[in-house]
């Protein structure tokens, strides 16, 4: 594990670290509705509160503050990774992966999986669950206190059923433009080696240390009164640019990751065959690319899907979305349907997460059968 596995994974491992890094330094929800009325603000909260009054020059200086730090960490990361080599571990032979066995450990490592995701994620989903039913926030579990009037209100607003449908359309639009810009934009710079490939890669791959109260703020000032082309703020394509802008590093470190693993004798063995780049594409590098492209989109969509530190910085009337409504409920003192309107964004993750296991597993089975092939 130490030798072999842990190098391998490294990449992955750091990449995740400095993405938890930076979503937690530039998340505005969490610290808004926990911080703001206590009095305890951190710099997205402090933002909001400057565009607000209004007060633009405020607000830009306290992003800048965000993006050097950000900076900071991406040059680190940059760093870290170019000082080790690249692992190439998608070749042409059949690899069946070992099971490490733990023993008496087991029981004793399972008990404190499962304790860590009931803590951190059980108990907190029920408890919204268990308010969205309530009649008020604090009530006593009493059989006369459930109700489900919280969810009928949300559905009876016209303002959040608005948020439902924008947020439907954005997050999927999103994914997708992004995953097919970031799938060719890492061929070009990974495999094919295209002069300039890397510098599109470079300027796609900024906006991962942009945190998002940075681009909300960057996107009014770019679209509210541009020097040339049409006003974009007060519209869906405000937020659709601010997404495809906060996300495109997801697909590409999704995408590149992949590419990196797939070893070029895979390629360089079809031409020998005399296949055509694009052939070569379809039949080898796509099918291979695929379950990273997959888990890019996924990842994205989730993320669009409840987006809210650039959303409610841009966000105006007939341009809301889910995030932006539970906020505003929450903040208006509306607890039940807040947590109601998020208990409702449930079943789509739910879903989404089904959907890429079938897919996973079906994946699986068609490399199953191609190595049966192979091997016969």
Known sequence: MKDITLPL???????????????????????????????????????????????????????????????????????????????????????????IRLGKARPWVLAVLYLTLVVIVVMPVFALVLT???????????????????????????????????????????????????????????????????????????????????????????????????????????????????????????????LQQIHDSLEEAAWTAGASRLRTIRDITLPLLRPGMLAGWVLIFISAFNELTVSVLIWTTGAETIGVWIFLMQDSGFTGRAAALAVLTLPVILLLYLFTQWLTKLEARRRERRAGKTDA
């Open 9 to 99: 994974v490294r990449p992955a491992i750091l990449g995740g670290a400095l993405l938890a890094f930076v979503s937690s330094i530039d998340n505005f929800g969490i610290p808004a509705v926990l911080g703001m009325r206590a009095q305890f603000y951190v710099l997205t909260t402090r933002i909001y509160e400057a565009l607000t009054i209004p007060n633009m020059p405020l607000a830009t200086a306290m992003s800048v503050l965000l993006v050097l730090v950000a900076i900071v960490c991406l040059v680190a990361f940059r760093r870290l990774e170019g000082s080790r080599g690249q692992y190439a571990v998608i070749s042409g032979k059949s690899v069946t992966p070992n099971v």
């Open 132 to 258: 969205s039913l309530l009649r008020f926030w604090g009530a006593d579990l009493s059989a006369e206190n459930f109700t489900l009037r919280h969810y009928i209100a949300v559905l009876n607003q016209s303002g959040a059923r608005r948020g439902i449908v924008n947020s439907l359309i954005l997050a999927p639009a999103a994914a997708t433009i992004i995953v097919i810009v970031s799938a060719m934009i890492a061929y070009l710079n990974v495999k094919a080696r295209q002069r300039g490939a890397g510098l599109l890669d470079g300027i796609a791959t900024v906006p991962f240390a942009l945190p998002g109260s940075v681009i909300g703020v960057s996107m009014i000032l770019a679209w509210s009164n541009p020097a040339f082309g049409p006003t974009l703020y007060g519209t869906l394509w405000i937020l659709l640019a601010g997404y495809i802008m906060r996300y495109m590093a997801f697909g590409l470190q999704s995408t590149r990751s992949t």
